[in-house]
């Protein structure tokens, strides 16, 4: 069954220390890779998708994320936090058939320390 | 250009009543997808309506129907409402069609619904 694992449910790091949020997935094909971001009360934004082709992808707000398919992994980067990152986040698949259901983790919530 | 809007913000209902969420896309965009976000979780996948078709559905109880209008906006109706359907209901729009780099979901900011 296809399945997404974010292991850690909350982090913690100071302001200019660098991130990295951890996704795991279980699909049977190559999927599409995403990571959205979620503030209180808010809708989710995207940070960046991966489809095929290079392994490391930049999105918004200066994250990175590489995939790496031995892993099945996704992991979320980001050299230098700031507070205003402080967020949930939520690493998803979808599968390739063009429909549009995606299957998110359970998310990690970011806290910031000044 | 406005984003995904969804109607009402929030809304308190009590077990056994009947819900209904609003939903418009972004101009332009003919899926509307609903998820159900529950407290501490990730969002679950309900329905995907495209040209006023259903093109998917979760796994979620006959309680739970949708309907999209020629204008691609879009309601999830909840029928016989339980506790356990306390949540927050995320409308996203998309455009089909448009080749795998386009495919992405542009979420609403969601109805946060309290059954008491």
């Known amino acids: 069954a296809q399945s997404v694992t974010q292991p850690d449910i909350h982090i913690t790091v100071s302001e200019g220390a660098s991130l990295e949020l951890r996704c795991n997935y279980s699909?049977?094909?190559?999927?599409?890779l995403f990571w959205y971001v979620q503030s209180p009360g808010q809708g989710l934004q995207l940070l960046l998708k991966?489809?095929?082709?290079?392994?490391l992808v930049q999105g918004i707000k200066g994250f990175e994320a590489e995939f790496k398919r031995s892993q099945s992994s996704f992991n979320l980067r980001k050299p230098s936090v700031h507070w205003s990152d402080a967020a949930e986040y939520f690493c998803?698949?979808?599968?390739?058939?063009?429909?549009?259901?995606?299957?998110f983790g359970t998310g990690t919530r970011l806290k910031v320390l000044a | 250009d406005a984003g995904v809007t969804q109607s009402p913000t929030h809304l308190i209902k009590t077990r056994g009543q009947q819900v209904t969420l609003r939903c418009s896309p972004i101009s332009g965009h003919k899926s509307v997808s609903w998820y159900q976000q529950v407290l501490g979780q990730g969002p679950q996948f309900i329905f995907q309506?495209?040209?006023?078709?259903?093109?998917g559905r979760g796994n979620f109880p006959d309680r739970f129907s949708a309907r999209q209008f020629p204008n691609y906006s879009s309601e999830l109706n909840v029928n016989a409402l339980l506790l356990g359907d306390s949540a927050l209901y995320l409308c996203?729009?998309?455009?089909?069609?448009?080749?795998?780099?386009?495919?992405?979901?542009?979420f609403g900011s969601g109805t946060q619904l309290s059954v008491l």
């Open positions: 991966y489809f095929s082709g290079d392994t």
């Open positions: 699909y049977g094909a190559t999927p599409y």
């Open positions: 309506y495209y040209e006023k078709e259903e093109r």
């Open positions: 998803a698949v979808a599968g390739t058939s063009g429909t549009y259901k995606y299957i």
């Open positions: 996203a729009s998309s455009l089909p069609g448009q080749g795998a780099l386009n495919e992405k979901l542009f």
